[in-house]
């Protein structure tokens, strides 16, 4: 029987039990305040109290370290960022490159410290092979390969039908692009572990206490109030449930599921040898990685969006949305038919408007942020931190240079419009994949095409 919810099926597999961290009980002060206990709170926290050891750090996190997409996502550690062909088109190519390259940077960065902290995540480097398995996303495929080396990536490799089985045995594969810049990590050990490092450092950390209010010099919550004159929010995408943030960065929903421990004739087959991370083509993107105790993790977009930028609370997800990513799985791979689905799981990520990371601090009231990394944040989220370190301690750096810094976009509509867009613009790509399959047309739609500029993505 799957298990539905329970938060993820890495909270469930973790075996290490935490004591839970003691909430706030009375107003306090501190030197910076940091909202959020996922991977951009942690981060953010880890690096200050390295370069500044003497900063009071209180952090806050409304259940516990790890509870939102940090416990939750793909496991992929690896160099996307969202936003960079805009910032290239606002600050221009060789700006954009640069924070191209700090991202591949970062994640050898996450992994080195992982190692550095004795931080046990799981993490393997294999890179990342995105598939094409129709016509149309060929073209893409081959469009893509081409702007990510012009964007520095020299490295990737562009690979036909042939060498693309030979990696892995997808059905219906017809090329693919790896990139070296990427690691399956397990995401919750790395919360954990995290966590642990900051805390050892002497960050004070406070659970199962949210934070209702942000403002000028103060977090806000129902058991007190922290005063500091930085206040940094990490919250990412439940983001929309602070006060004056509803329209913000919507909580998109990803959903996903986790077989059983396959034998090894399995992966023999398979020849998925070297956890290289998943990911294809398609509108409706998916993204999969093969875990540490061998399972195929895979994931996708179930229900987008809910009414109201609501958020769910355990990770719950529909039946549909389990059979459609069990329907994605036997269509990569036709042999795993019939195999055991044990766990399945949804998580929110949070999306501007503009589909645009960014890291941004106000000096005058001391306010920043970071975030709206539209599913790229495992990695994305350490370089955010090292930019907010850099601008919290007043230095000017080549991180605090790159283009996402203080970035500002416009607020998403108001609903009813905002929730009809989405779920508009999700059965378009939808349909547009399914017009791809069946015509097998060597372009896109141009559904797909038309719901990337409304959308703000193309």
Not at 59 to 72: D, I, N, P, T, V
Not at 178 to 207: M, N, T
């Amino acid at each position: 029987m799957t298990i539905n919810g329970g938060i993820s099926f890495w909270y469930a597999s973790d075996d290490r039990t935490d004591p839970p961290r003691a909430p706030l009980t009375t107003d306090t002060t501190a030197d910076v305040v940091i909202v959020g206990g996922g991977y951009t709170g942690l981060w953010t926290a880890y690096y200050l109290k390295r370069a500044a050891p003497g900063l009071r750090i209180t952090l806050l996190e409304q259940k516990f370290c790890g509870y939102g997409a940090s416990g939750r996502n793909g496991g992929w550690l690896y160099n996307g960022i969202a936003g960079r062909d805009r910032y290239a088109a606002l600050h221009g190519h060789p700006a954009a490159r640069r924070l191209q390259q700090a991202m591949n940077e970062t994640v050898t960065e996450v992994i080195d410290v992982a190692a550095k902290e004795g931080i046990d995540a799981d993490i393997h480097r294999g890179g990342v092979l995105e598939v094409a398995r129709t016509p149309a996303q060929l073209s893409r495929l081959r469009a893509f390969h081409a702007h990510e080396v012009a964007f520095g990536e020299t490295d990737r490799e562009l690979l036909d039908a042939a060498a693309t089985r030979a990696r892995i045995d997808i059905a219906d594969a017809v090329g693919s692009s790896w990139s070296p810049h990427g690691a399956r990590i397990h995401p919750l050990k790395l919360a954990k572990g995290l966590a642990a490092a900051v805390e050892a450092l002497g960050v004070v950390i406070h659970e199962s206490t949210p934070v209702t209010e942000i403002a000028p010099g103060l977090a806000v919550t129902p058991y007190g109030t922290v005063r500091a004159p930085h206040v940094l929010r990490c919250t990412e995408g439940f983001t929309a449930a602070l006060k004056g943030q509803k329209r913000s960065w919507l909580p998109m929903n990803s959903s996903m599921i986790v077989t059983a421990p396959l034998p090894p004739s399995v992966w023999d087959r398979l020849g998925w040898s070297d956890s290289t991370l998943l990911g294809d083509m398609a509108h409706a993107y998916m993204y999969a990685q093969r875990t540490a105790d061998d399972r195929i993790a895979i994931g996708g977009r179930g229900v987008p969006y809910r009414f109201g930028s609501r958020t769910d609370n355990d990770g719950r997800t529909q039946p549909a949305t389990v059979a459609s990513l069990t329907a994605l799985l036997t269509a990569f791979f036709p042999q795993l038919t019939g195999t055991e689905i044990t766990h399945a799981w949804s998580g929110v990520l949070g999306v501007p408007r503009d589909w645009c990371a960014t890291v941004t601090l106000d000096r005058a009231s001391g306010l920043g942020w970071a975030g709206g990394y539209v599913g790229s944040g495992v990695a994305t989220s350490n370089l955010a931190a090292r930019t907010l370190r850099d601008l919290v301690l007043g230095e000017s750096t080549e991180l605090t240079a790159l283009p996402w810094v203080n970035h500002r976009v416009r607020r998403w509509e108001p609903e009813p419009l905002r929730w009809l867009g989405v779920q508009a613009l999700y059965a378009a790509y939808r349909e547009a994949d399914r017009r791809e399959s069946a015509t097998h047309r060597p372009t896109t739609t141009p559904l797909a095409r038309l719901a990337d500029r409304i959308s703000g993505r193309g």
